[in-house]
């Protein structure tokens, strides 16, 4: 069975304090791990999907990067409007199997960050 | 781009009475849509899985003829809640994918159904 763990579940920063969250999962055969943002009463807005090993993408503060058993998204200098839940989920590679396609997500990470 | 609709944004409905839920895509066809529940504080866990013409593929534990699902284009999808209790209370979340599934899926805004 698919599993994602999503750490810490809550963190607060300060204003321009960098830090890092961190998703590990276990899945059989790893098609994509994606993040996601969502804000309260919001569906989750889309902003990664990581598809190997060693892989990196950068969207404005946020960076995410893939190990064969974890990701990370990085967040370099927030602001007090990235504060969100952020969301982590796998895909496996079953091609063709029933619910293909189908997210598993981790439990969140809830970010809030102070001015 | 890639923007996913849901109607109503929320609904409250007394108890036995049915609710439809409808998911659209607005700038690209979805030939895979998926329908999850989001209890409070807890993640997305998916129900069912929607493909055009043909049956949805429901998650263990999901009862399939009380949330009825009709993928009858590639732009829509709904979920009907049927014979709706206080206990089916929670927020629908859809999604599409621009191809078979196996991409980016893009998340509709959310529906908050509260059963009375």
């Known amino acids: 069975e698919d599993q994602v763990t999503q750490s810490p579940e809550a963190l607060r920063l300060q204003e321009g304090e960098s830090s890092s969250l961190n998703c590990s999962y276990t899945?059989?055969?790893?098609?994509?791990l994606f993040w996601y943002r969502q804000d309260p009463g919001k569906g989750p807005e889309f902003l990664f999907t990581?598809?190997?090993a060693g892989e990196e993408k950068e969207k404005e503060r946020l960076k995410a990067t893939l190990t064969k058993k974890e990701s990370f998204l990085h967040i370099t200098a927030p602001k007090p409007e990235d504060s969100a839940t952020y969301l982590c989920?796998?895909?496996?590679?079953?091609?063709?199997?029933?619910?293909?396609?189908?997210?598993?997500f981790g439990q969140g990470t809830i970010l809030t960050v102070h001015p | 781009g890639a923007v996913v609709s849901q109607h109503p944004s929320w609904v409250i409905c007394k108890s036995g009475t049915s609710v439809k839920i409808e998911c659209r895509s607005l700038?690209?066809?979805?030939?895979?849509m998926f329908w999850y529940r989001q209890f409070p504080k807890q993640s997305l866990m998916l129900m069912a899985t929607s493909n055009e013409g043909s049956k949805a593929t429901y998650e263990q534990g999901v009862e399939k003829d009380k949330f009825l699902i009709n993928h009858a284009s590639l732009t829509l999808s709904t979920l009907t809640v049927t014979s709706a209790h206080p206990e089916d209370s929670s927020f629908y979340i859809c999604?599409?994918?621009?191809?078979?599934?196996?991409?980016?899926?893009?998340f509709g805004p959310g529906t908050r159904l509260t059963v009375t």
């Open positions: 990581l598809y190997s």
């Open positions: 989920a796998v895909q496996a590679g079953n091609a063709g199997g029933t619910s293909y396609g189908k997210l598993t």
């Open positions: 999604s599409a994918s621009p191809g078979s599934g196996d991409r980016e899926q893009y």
């Open positions: 899945v059989s055969g790893l098609r994509g």
């Open positions: 700038d690209f066809q979805a030939t895979t």
